[in-house]
């Protein structure tokens, strides 16, 4: 069966950066796009950018373009999110999730809370 | 960006009943849309993709109808366990958006 697990919760301090991992299994890895998705408090899903595990080619919303950089590693069927420049507005819960090229998102992660604060 | 709006915010029902939860876009996006159920500590769980086709496992009392900017989704006869929220995803424009959906209470 697909299954897609993330890296634990993280806590950061406003400017730093946040790295977190989505693991895959029980697909072709390099078949299938990796969308990312976050939920702040109180707030409704909001996309933040795919990557085409195949090819990595990668797209951006553009309210995160510059701040957010998708990558993967297909030997380890492992996608990335990386966000730099926290601000407290970013505590999130971060979840991956996966979609054939251009389609619906079928399987998702269990998300990363990431929380920024002095 | 393609907004979507869904309605009511929440809807308090008894198990039996009937559920009818709407989800309207801004600009029409065919038939591009999906419904997920989410609950506490879970990830979502796709239950409707291109607006009517239900998801493999789901049960046939989920049913999605609609295109172009007014879609809905039904459930039949509510069980205890679709205690829930439910969100609508566009997908047919970029940026992919979601909407801020509606909490069915049992």
């Known amino acids: 069966q697909v299954h897609l697990v993330q890296s634990g919760a993280e806590m950061k301090t406003p400017g730093a950066s946040v790295k977190v991992s989505c693991k895959t299994s029980?697909?072709?890895?390099?078949?299938?796009?990796i969308h990312w998705v976050r939920q702040a408090p109180g707030q409704r899903l909001e996309w933040m950018g795919w990557?085409?595990?195949?090819?990595?080619?990668?797209a951006y919303s553009q309210k995160f373009q510059g701040r957010v950089t998708l990558t993967r590693d297909t030997p380890a069927s492992t996608a990335y999110m990386d966000l730099s420049s926290l601000r407290s507005e970013d505590t999130a819960v971060y979840s991956c999730?996966?979609?054939?090229?251009?389609?619906?998102?079928?399987?998702w992660g269990q998300g990363t809370l990431v929380t920024v604060s002095s | 960006e393609i907004v979507l709006t869904q309605s009511p915010g929440t809807l308090s029902l008894s198990p039996g009943e009937r559920a009818t939860l709407s989800c309207r876009a801004s600009?029409?996006?065919?038939?591009?849309l999906a419904w997920y159920q989410q609950k506490p500590g879970q990830a979502p769980r796709l239950l409707i993709y291109?607006?009517?086709s239900r998801a493999t496992g789901i049960p046939d009392r989920f049913s999605g109808s609609g295109s172009g900017t007014d879609f809905t989704l039904t459930i039949s006869s509510l069980e205890p366990e679709d205690l829930a929220v439910y969100c609508c995803?566009?997908?047919?424009?970029?940026?992919?958006?979601f909407g801020q959906g509606t909490k069915v209470e049992i």
């Open positions: 029980g697909y072709s890895f390099t078949s299938y796009t």
């Open positions: 990557i085409n595990a195949g090819n990595g080619d990668t």
């Open positions: 999730a996966r979609s054939s090229s251009g389609s619906y998102i079928d399987f």
């Open positions: 600009q029409s996006i065919s038939s591009s």
């Open positions: 995803h566009q997908y047919g424009s970029s940026p992919r958006t």
């Open positions: 291109g607006a009517s």
